[in-house]
Nanobody
Framework: QVQLVESGGGFVQPGGSLRLSCVASGITFSTYEMRWYRQAPGKEREWVAT??????DYAFAVKGRFTMSRDDTKNTVFLQLNNLKPEDTAVYYC?????????WGQGTQVNVSS
């Protein structure tokens, strides 16, 4: 059974930081491309970042502020969120994909407000 479990969300003031984690089980983690997505209230889910183990790509809205990393020895992927803005408020989802196999976590809520 595949599970992706996110954690690390919370409330933070503008300019603050958070570190999200996603622990995977039931997959050969190192072979999977890992992604982060987010969904703000009333909006479509949007892609945030991708890591395939060799390269990392970011959406324009977060580039320079967010950093994605992975630890294949711990089946864990991270998303460091710096200089947070109110528009970063969303549920953040972890996503694992390999060919036609795609898995999602349950999400972790990030709220940025003064």
């Amino acid at each position: 059974q595949v599970q992706l479990v996110e954690s690390g969300g919370g409330f933070v003031q503008p300019g603050g930081s958070l570190r999200l984690s996603c622990v995977a089980s039931g997959i050969t983690f190192s072979t999977y491309e890992m992604r982060w997505y987010r969904q703000a209230p009333g909006k479509e889910r949007e892609w945030v970042a991708t890591s395939d183990g060799n390269n990392t790509d970011y959406a324009f809205a977060v580039k320079g502020r967010f950093t994605m990393s992975r630890d294949d020895t711990k089946n864990t992927v991270f998303l460091q969120l710096n200089n947070l803005k109110p528009e970063d408020t969303a549920v953040y989802y972890c996503n694992a994909r390999l060919a036609f196999m795609i898995y999602w976590g349950q999400g972790t809520q990030v709220n940025v407000s003064s």
